[in-house]
């Protein structure tokens, strides 16, 4: 099996310019790698044995589907902590024909679910209840959605995609450092005995170069290709559930045989001569990027220079309107009215537009919605989300397109392993608000926008994009990060349009965030500080991820990207390099 590229360390220089001068001078210059190139198809993952089991089926004669399922699978293995057969997500199609579908395969509340089940007898959220152990799982989806596109979508058999991943799982792979450090640093991954016992070999902890065998998962793996009903109406729901309803939880034989895959249509939006494809509802992510891309556009953010301090004052303070419009709108469309069509009104766009200070921040707590279009806004307390989720992208040499983005929630979920089963099972319920307001203005029964109900999908940030030039696909990108998943994507694709960057550059970027409260600038911990200081000095509160931990790298985020060279049509790859076992890889 192949190795991931060698990594280094990338020097970053800073050139600061006058906040309102309007100038091409850059704030960060960029010496990064160049992309991997490939004249006709690309794969690109977090895990270089995923990446190499997506270009396996393409050079099988499989599309773009095939590989991501491949992938998906693979990643199962390969990327436990976020990689699932227990989680769920969302996975963007686009096909040669300019066709798009939006597999919506998201966790849903169990049926014993209730709106205070993590409050105690004060009304108080219970620190942990939804977060560790068997009470956080949503009933899992990953393993639904990634059959339902092969079946759909796909041109190979499930038994073809699926046979790298039975093979690494049973044959094992060889850990970096990285990743044996990722299993013993964890938590969630030595919290309860089945994934000790999995991840940390009950103390005899992985090191580099072991290899990492998982017999339990690759007879699962081998059941869902001999039956895939089998995940959700057999022998493996049945083990499944009699753990959960044994040992306190909540989910049940009826809750997985419920569940369904929705086909969704993607939401469509423009930028700088950019067709865009995007993630809709219960994603927030794809209406909070061309909400927020609206509102750029009426900047010439290529005359201020990359990461200029007029640059980024800008795109916090878009970042900030249009997170508090997610806050207080968005949810499971399925139980919620939401205002989609407003929010990406261009004259909407213009109306925030407005209301932003060329100078200085507007404080969170002062702003102001502009009056005349959108609804009231319901009493919605909003849901926690956390980071861990992984991303990898897929064009194939017919310009099919995946874009793909999946999670546990948390690091290895959780900790829940059903003994026997061997894959760890989401904390998504996490990503429910615990406490949530009162019904929205709809008057729905079970309209709060984002509280707990039986069956509902929480809401999420993942936000699977593709941006078209004339008809053709340009760029294929996604990010984990939880609530930082949105501002990472638009960033991406402003290093891109905008600043000229390519996505080799824009992946490794220092990365910045606004989610309008807290009322504060995240920034990474390679953030450059003469920009944090220019930013601090017109109002701004910057909080530097990891600063006080010298072993934190402080980062975020994933940015696993694909674009199409207009000049020679070769596929362009680009592998975050923030991990270091990732890879982009072609033919």
């Not at 006058?18 to 704030?27: D, F, K, V």
């Not at 009903?229 to 009826?254: V, W």
């Not at 261009?346 to 919605?369: G, M, N």
């Not at 694709?493 to 220092?510: H, W």
Request: hydrophobic share 40%; with cysteine.
């Amino acid at each position: 099996m192949s190795q991931p590229r060698h990594r280094f360390q990338r020097p970053t220089a800073l050139f600061l310019v006058p906040m309102m001068t309007i100038c091409a001078s850059a704030a960060v210059a960029q010496k990064a790698e160049e992309p991997v190139r490939a004249k006709h198809a690309m794969v690109v993952s977090i895990q270089h044995d995923a990446a190499d089991a997506g270009v396996a089926m393409l050079k099988a004669g499989g599309n773009a589907v095939d590989a991501a399922v491949a992938v998906g699978f693979a990643l199962a293995v390969t990327f436990p902590q976020a990689g699932n057969l227990g989680g769920g997500g969302f996975m963007l199609i686009r096909d040669k024909s300019g066709q798009a579908h939006f597999l919506d395969y998201r966790e849903r509340a169990p049926e014993a679910a209730t709106a205070d089940m993590y409050l105690d007898a004060q009304k108080n959220v219970v620190p942990g209840l939804s977060t560790q152990g068997i009470k956080a799982s949503g009933v899992p989806g990953s393993v639904a959605g990634l059959v339902y596109a092969e079946k759909t979508y796909g041109k190979l058999t499930l038994k073809q995609v699926m046979a790298p991943a039975i093979t690494l799982a049973s044959e094992g792979y060889v850990l970096t450092a990285e990743e044996a450090n990722n299993f013993v640093v964890n938590k969630a991954a030595g919290r309860l005995p089945e994934a000790k016992r999995i991840f940390q070999r009950d103390g005899n902890l992985y090191k580099e170069g072991d290899r990492f065998v998982q017999p339990e998962l690759a007879k699962t793996l081998a059941r869902i290709v001999a039956d895939p009903d089998d995940f959700y109406k057999g022998e493996i729901a049945g083990k499944l559930a009699d753990y959960f309803q044994q040992n306190g939880g909540l989910i049940t034989r009826k809750d997985l045989a419920a569940y369904k895959v929705e086909d969704r249509k993607p939401l469509t939006g423009s930028y700088r001569g950019y067709d865009i494809v995007t993630a809709p509802p219960p994603s927030s992510g794809g209406i909070v990027l061309l909400e927020t891309l609206n509102i750029l556009s009426g900047y010439d953010l290529s005359k201020m220079g990359d990461r200029s301090p007029q640059q980024v004052h800008l795109l916090i303070e878009a970042f900030r309107r249009t997170y508090m419009d997610r806050n207080d709108y968005l949810g499971d469309p399925a139980y919620v009215s939401m205002p989609l069509k407003q929010m990406a009104d261009p004259a909407y766009a213009e109306a925030w537009r407005k209301t932003i200070d060329p100078l200085k921040p507007t404080p969170s707590k002062e702003l102001v919605r502009p009056a005349g279009f959108l609804p009231p806004v319901p009493t919605v307390a909003t849901g926690h989300e956390s980071t861990e989720t992984t991303h990898f992208s897929v064009v194939d040499k017919d310009g099919n397109a995946v874009s793909s983005t999946y999670t546990l929630n948390g690091l290895f979920g959780s900790g829940v392993v059903v003994p026997g089963l061997g894959f760890v099972m989401n904390n998504e319920m996490d990503d429910f608000a615990s406490k949530p307001g009162t019904p929205n203005m709809m008057g729905l029964v079970q309209g709060v926008a984002n509280g707990i109900v039986p069956g509902k999908r929480p809401l999420s940030s993942m936000t699977p994009t593709m941006l078209l030039k004339k008809g053709k696909i340009a760029l294929v990108l996604g990010s984990p990060g939880g609530s930082t998943i949105i501002t990472t994507v638009i960033s991406d694709i402003v290093s891109v349009v905008d600043n000229g960057l390519n996505i080799q550059q824009a992946a490794d970027a220092p990365r910045f965030h606004n989610q309008f409260l807290p009322d504060r600038i995240d920034v990474e911990k390679n953030f450059p500080l003469p920009l944090i200081d220019e930013l601090t000095k017109i109002g701004y509160t910057v909080n530097r991820a990891g600063q006080f931990d010298e072993k934190n790298p402080g980062v975020w985020g994933d940015s696993e990207m694909i674009a199409v060279d207009p000049k020679t049509g070769e596929l362009l790859g680009a592998d975050d390099q923030r991990h270091h076992f990732g890879k982009a890889a072609g033919y």
